[in-house]
């Protein structure tokens, strides 16, 4: 029941960013072809490519957030990685759009209107709302937000640039666009190593700590641990207790019950607890 309301209202956030950000990007790609700008051109571009790929983070939350089942007995979680590999697939697409369309007017020029930077700032205020929103709950449109700072600069060289087309020289509109399709290029390779990173079974810092000293506290040893990170706070791992050789199996399985439980509630992680007989003598704790 909690997690459907949850579900809910987690919808109704990304729809209305969705919505805010897609009014963005069709008031700058007016601009653009009305004002006939390329740095707002790319500005509008990647705010159409933002608003798709939110469609996806979407998609992918919801489908990772279904409970284990015969082809996912661990969950389906790693699936929302796959509204990530979206967004980056987008922004590469995007970045090819908008090269091709560069290499085509560098040779060329082009005229800018004063209707681009109207354009390009009406443009930016339902994208301020949709930015303050998605920060709010950045823990669910992780990598959307990580784009929206891109977003922001955008707008304002945008802004600025297709002015100063406008008014002085189409190369400055040119620079402007050059400038915001390399940050691009570059929040691209940023956001790619930090996906590969998320995916890497990398384990938690400070949560091995704090597993070994809630499972010390259960009066057993600690053998080994080993936590992976399957996505944003949700652990998995094997852990090797050791208890004193003459304790009973049943005694012992208890105790290994009741640390599995306080480390699914505490921690959110899904360990398998193995229990070893302890070769040291009691009292002899190194
Ligand atoms: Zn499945």
Redesign the pocket.
């Known amino acids: 029941m909690e997690n459907n309301s949850l579900r809910d209202s987690v919808e109704k956030i990304i729809y209305l960013i969705i919505f805010l950000s897609i009014s963005g990007g069709v008031i700058k790609t007016l601009g653009s072809v009305l004002g006939g700008s390329k740095s707002v051109f790319v500005d509008a571009m990647t705010c159409i490519a933002n608003s798709l790929s939110i469609i996806l983070i979407l998609r992918f939350f919801k489908v990772g957030l279904?409970p284990?089942?015969?082809?996912?007995h661990y969950g389906?979680g790693r699936m929302i990685l796959g509204g990530q590999i979206s967004t980056l697939m987008l922004y590469s697409f995007v970045a090819g759009v908008i090269v091709v369309d560069l290499l085509e007017s560098v040779s060329t020029g082009y005229t800018i209107s004063i209707s681009a930077p109207i354009f390009a700032s009406i443009g930016m205020i339902p994208y301020i709302f949709a930015i303050i929103i998605s920060r709010k709950y950045s823990s669910i449109t992780l990598a959307y937000t990580s784009f929206t700072v891109v977003e922001l600069i955008e707008s304002g060289v945008s802004i600025t640039t297709s002015f100063g087309g406008a008014t002085i020289s189409y190369l400055i509109d040119f620079a402007g666009a050059i400038a915001l399709t390399s940050y691009l290029f570059y929040e691209l390779v940023k956001h790619f190593r930090g996906f590969v990173f998320m995916m890497s079974d990398i384990a938690p810092e400070g949560v091995v700590e704090e597993v070994a000293k809630s499972i010390a506290r259960h009066g057993v040893g600690v053998e080994k641990i080993r936590i992976r990170k399957v996505i944003e706070n949700v652990y998995q791992g094997d852990i090797v207790v050791t208890v004193p050789p003459n304790m009973s199996l049943e005694m012992a399985h208890e105790i290994a019950d009741k640390i599995g439980c306080e480390l699914k509630d505490k921690y959110n992680l899904e360990a398998s607890i193995h229990l070893e007989p302890s070769k040291k003598k009691e009292g002899d704790q190194r």
């Open positions: 279904k284990p089942d015969v082809d996912h389906h």
